[in-house]
T-cell receptor, first 116, second 114 residues
Framework: QKEVEQDPGPLSVPEGAIVSLNCTYSNSAFQYFMWYRQYSRKGPELLMYTYSSGNKEDGRFTAQVDKSSKYISLFIRDSQPSDSATYLCAMNRAMGSGGSNYKLTFGKGTLLTVNP | DAGVTQSPTHLIKTRGQHVTLRCSPISGHKSVSWYQQVLGQGPQFIFQYYEKEERGRGNFPDRFSARQFPNYSSELNVNALLLGDSALYLC?????????????FGPGTRLTVT
């Protein structure tokens, strides 16, 4: 079993739809949860991060973490064609001293297309 | 502020050759990590360096090596290239304010091995 599972899609929605992207994980040591957006042939761009369980909202994006279920989600409201990209979830264990632990474990990524 | 820079943007090598990839982190970031992203997959961790010391290594063969310089820039070296090394190589620059990590990726170097 992989440490992080993410449905690769592809996911196709009409403009304005609410998009739900999800990841599950098996390692209870993960403390930090991140979502990255990656356009074709580009580096991943950090969208949001959360620490431990709870919700975090930033504009049209909401990240949720449920540590009891080992399940994280990213919601995109009022989706736009410019949101078309691959969305990667990533996780990190607790930070070591002196910033010594930055190893991210990624999901496979979900390819999202928002149609005008 | 300049983001993470990587060079070259892309390159083509032949099996058995050696390659060196370079990365400059965001100013003030002391940690650099390297990831390999094969087409259709998420990035896989290769190395992390902090203050010029290796702080983590992923499940990659000894053909992969890296180092960090006093100015915090970094090089990733891959020897005896295999076809399976073809991938996007990503450099990530990191800092931590309090307990929250900020991990920013560069645009990547696309390596094709023929």
């Amino acid at each position: 079993q992989k440490e992080v599972e993410q449905d690769p899609g592809p996911l196709s929605v009409p403009e304005g739809a609410i998009v739900s992207l999800n990841c599950t994980y098996s390692n209870s040591a993960f403390q930090y949860f991140m979502w990255y957006r990656q356009y074709s042939r580009k580096g991943p761009e950090l969208l949001m991060y959360t620490y431990s369980s709870g919700n975090k909202e930033d504009g049209r994006f909401t990240a949720q973490v449920d540590k009891s279920s080992k399940y994280i989600s990213l919601f995109i409201r009022d989706s736009q064609p410019s949101d078309s990209a691959t969305y990667l979830c990533a996780m990190n264990r607790a930070m070591g001293s002196g910033g010594s632990n930055y190893k991210l474990t990624f999901g496979k990524g979900t390819l999202l297309t928002v149609n005008p | 502020d300049a983001g993470v820079t990587q060079s070259p943007t892309h390159l083509i090598k032949t099996r058995g050759q050696h390659v060196t990839l370079r990365c400059s982190p965001i100013s003030g970031h002391k940690s650099v990590s390297w990831y390999q992203q094969v087409l259709g997959q998420g990035p896989q961790f290769i190395f992390q360096y902090y203050e010029k010391e290796e702080r983590g290594r992923g499940n990659f063969p000894d053909r992969f090596s890296a180092r960090q310089f006093p100015n915090y820039s970094s090089e990733l070296n891959v020897n005896a290239l295999l076809l399976g090394d073809s991938a996007l190589y990503l450099c990530a620059s990191s800092s931590a304010k309090g307990r929250v990590p900020t991990i920013i990726f560069g645009p990547g170097t696309r390596l094709t091995v023929t």
